[in-house]
């Protein structure tokens, strides 16, 4: 047996002088962000989590752990995830999150085994342990959750640990084989996106309704919008950033940039685009009839009313304009077209008229 210097104390914590020199020898020069005071073990809130994390390693390096650990403290200061830090912490000097600095002995060390990683979760088979103790039989023992989350540390899960789990089935001391951290996914952000925000530019394929008040089913009730002028008309909603993820060996997953999009992209003649206190619009810079190029998406305002879609029942119904027109596609068989100016680009099956003003039909 061994002397009484160097007996291992199987009641309570385990500690031999081995042990004891280590833990001392990783105590005695703490690294610059962490604090360690009688009321407990600090982080040095002016520190980066680069440093944070490099002083935890090398205490966890040097044989100690941290006894009373606040796990969700540990965790928000090392990763910036997890629960925000208690409103008591906010704008202080020194985070606290832990009770006090204590060595890991290699005996204690030897209680806990092997972990399995598998696809982003790891696995640990909790069972009864026992010390090993030269002469004698083995002795029951009791895992710690601080000693566990220092011995995941050294095999490589530094971050994702269940913190409520593992400290359930070690305070139960039930046989269980369960995941005990898991990692944390990327979330992706959001594309920046442009939305309409004024109704004027909505066309509405309504029945228009009659002085009479019947509906007359073959025109729409307004397919060409006309706005005023300095109408907001358009609003780019930025890109939202994602949330970065993290490995359970804490390398970081950083999420896809989301993509952006300017609204000079739509802007057309006729148009502005202004940055007001609520964001960045296009906006009418002249009063008019709208129009929307069918691939670039691209809006303009001016006097003439521009359609490329044709007209038919499927379109546009019967129209009776106002303004000047323009069409590039064909006016169907039955379908009339009754306005000013109007230019017909493509071929007429149906009756042009014109109350004063030029006809120009450049096919049929």
């Avoid at 100016?341 to 042009?352: D, K, L, R, S, Y």
Wanted: aromatic fraction near 8%; charged fraction near 25%; charge should be negative.
């Amino acid at each position: 047996r061994r002397s009484a210097g160097s007996d291992v104390h199987l009641c309570g914590d385990t500690v031999s002088d081995e042990a004891t020199t280590i833990g001392q020898t990783a105590e005695g020069d703490l690294p610059a962000a962490i604090v360690k005071r009688d009321d407990g073990v600090y982080f040095d809130a002016g520190a980066t989590a680069v440093s944070c994390l490099a002083a935890v390693s090398q205490l966890f390096l040097g044989g100690a752990y941290f006894a009373g650990l606040d796990y969700a403290v540990f965790t928000r200061v090392l990763y910036n995830c997890g629960p925000e830090l208690p409103s008591a912490m906010a704008g202080q000097p020194l985070l606290r999150f832990a009770d006090s600095i204590e060595p890991f002995s290699q005996v204690r060390r030897a209680l806990y085994k092997t972990v399995k990683v598998i696809g982003g979760e790891a696995e640990y088979y909790f069972e009864p342990v026992f010390f090993e103790v030269p002469d004698m039989p083995p002795q029951p023992a009791r895992l710690k959750f601080d000693e566990f989350v220092a011995d995941m540390w050294m095999k490589g899960i530094r971050f994702g640990i269940d913190a409520p789990a593992v400290r359930d089935v070690i305070g139960a001391g039930r046989l269980e084989r369960m995941i005990v951290a898991r990692r944390l996914n990327a979330v992706p952000g959001r594309d920046a996106v442009i939305v309409e925000v004024s109704r004027d530019i909505h066309r509405s394929n309504a029945p228009r309704e009659t002085s009479e008040g019947k509906l007359d089913l073959q025109t729409f009730q307004n397919r060409f919008p006309q706005v005023k002028p300095n109408v907001k008309l358009l609003r780019k909603v930025p890109r939202t950033p994602g949330v970065r993820g993290y490995e359970l060996t804490g390398i970081v997953l950083e999420p896809p940039v989301p993509r952006d999009v300017e609204l000079t992209s739509v802007a057309g003649p006729g148009t502005v685009i202004e940055n007001l206190r609520d964001g960045e619009y296009l906006v009418s810079a002249v009063e008019g009839f709208l129009s929307m190029e069918a691939g670039t998406k691209r809006i303009s305002i001016g006097p003439k009313i521009i359609s490329r879609e044709g007209v038919s029942a499927r379109t546009t119904g019967n129209l009776q304009l106002t303004g000047e027109y323009e069409e590039f596609g064909d006016v169907q068989d039955q379908r009339s077209v009754d306005g000013g100016n109007i230019t017909i680009h493509a071929n007429v099956f149906g009756n042009i008229s014109s109350r004063g003003g030029d006809i120009s039909l450049g096919r049929n």
